[in-house]
C-alpha cells in the first residue's frame, strides 16, 4: 500500500497544512488507485505517476512533478508519455503549488498536451461542518458493501458525470479490486430518494486528510440539498475517526455546495490532458 494511505492523520489547523491537504489528498488517492487491476506505479520525490488502467485523467496521471534545476525535462515527459502510448490510455498532468519547473505548461504543450481546465482545491476544518444540511424527508444514504450495490453506485455515477458507456464498465472492476471493506482507506457511499438511487460520494483516507471524490448526482434529484447531505456523510465518517481536514477539487457545478458546507478554495490545479492518437 501507498505509503501516503498509512500517513499519520494530520491535526494541525493551520493555513499551511489547509493548502497541502488541498491537493496532496489527490496525489495519494490517484497513486492509490493505480494499485489497482493491473495498475502501474511510479512514485520519487522528483515525479510521481499512476496508471489505473480506467481512461480517466482523474485516476491515470501524473501527480507530482519536482524536477531538479538542469534536469532535462523533455527526457522526463517523453519517458512517461512512453508508458501511457504503451497502454493506449489518456492521461492528465497536475501541476500544483510546488511544481517545477515553472514552465513545465509550456513544456507539456510541445509535446501535444492540452491545458483544459483548473481544478479548484478546497479543504476544510472538518470539526467546522454542519450538523446537518435540509434534505428531503425521504432521503437515505449507505455505504457500499456489496458488488450489486456497487453496481448501482457505478450507474449513478455514470449518469451524473455523463461518463462513456466504456468508462462504466470499466469502473465497475476496478472498483471492485480496490475492496469494499469499511475499514478499507476507499469508501463509496450510495443515495436513495424514495427507494431510487440518485446520488454518490467517495471517502478517500489518504496523506492524513479526508479526501471526497466523484460526488454526483442524477439530474432529475439535483437542487434538493442531495449532493451537500452526501459530502457530509463522508465526512462525518472521517470526523468520527479522527480526521482533522477534508479536502477535495471541486467541479463548477460542486463549489458553491462545498462552500456553503465551509470548504475553502486554496488553489487552482492546471490540468493538461494528452490522449493516443
Not at 489497482?36 to 482523474?58: F, K, M
Not at 515553472?102 to 454542519?130: R, Y
Not at 434534505?135 to 451524473?160: F, K, M, Y
Request: aromatic fraction near 10%.
Amino acid at each position: 500500500m501507498n505509503g501516503q494511505v498509512t500517513a499519520k492523520i494530520v491535526t494541525e489547523i493551520s493555513a499551511a497544512t489547509l493548502l497541502a491537504a488541498s491537493y496532496e489528498h489527490f496525489v495519494a488517492y490517484l497513486l492509490y488507485c493505480a494499485q489497482a487491476q493491473d495498475g502501474e506505479v511510479y512514485d520519487t520525490l522528483e515525479l510521481a505517476w499512476g496508471i489505473s488502467g480506467v481512461p480517466s485523467y482523474h485516476l491515470s496521471g501524473v501527480v507530482r512533478t519536482r524536477l531538479a534545476p538542469g534536469a532535462n525535462v523533455d527526457a522526463a515527459i517523453e519517458g512517461v508519455l512512453d508508458r501511457f502510448r504503451a497502454r493506449r490510455l489518456p492521461m492528465g498532468w497536475f501541476i500544483n503549488p510546488g511544481t517545477s519547473p515553472t514552465d513545465l505548461g509550456s513544456k507539456l504543450e510541445s509535446h501535444g498536451f492540452t491545458c483544459i481546465e483548473d481544478d479548484v482545491a478546497m479543504s476544510v476544518d472538518l470539526g467546522a461542518l454542519p450538523e446537518q444540511v435540509p434534505t428531503p424527508d425521504n432521503l437515505t444514504i449507505i455505504e457500499v458493501l456489496d458488488p450489486p450495490t456497487l453496481r448501482q453506485w457505478v450507474d449513478v455515477a455514470g449518469i451524473s458525470n455523463e461518463w462513456k458507456p466504456a468508462r462504466r464498465e470499466l469502473t465497475l472492476p476496478f472498483r471492485l479490486s480496490l475492496g469494499l471493506d469499511p475499514e478499507s482507506p476507499y469508501r463509496s457511499f450510495l443515495a436513495y430518494l424514495d427507494g431510487v438511487p440518485v446520488a454518490t460520494s467517495e471517502l478517500f483516507l489518504g496523506a492524513g486528510v479526508a479526501a471526497v471524490v466523484w460526488v454526483g448526482t442524477t439530474p432529475e434529484a439535483r437542487r434538493q440539498g442531495i449532493g451537500a447531505a452526501i459530502t457530509l456523510a463522508a465526512l462525518r465518517e472521517a470526523h468520527n475517526l479522527g480526521y482533522r481536514i477534508g479536502a477535495l477539487f471541486a467541479s463548477p457545478m460542486g463549489y458553491p455546495v462545498y462552500h456553503r458546507l465551509g470548504f475553502e478554495e486554496m488553489c487552482k490545479i492546471p490540468v493538461y490532458y494528452w490522449e493516443p492518437k
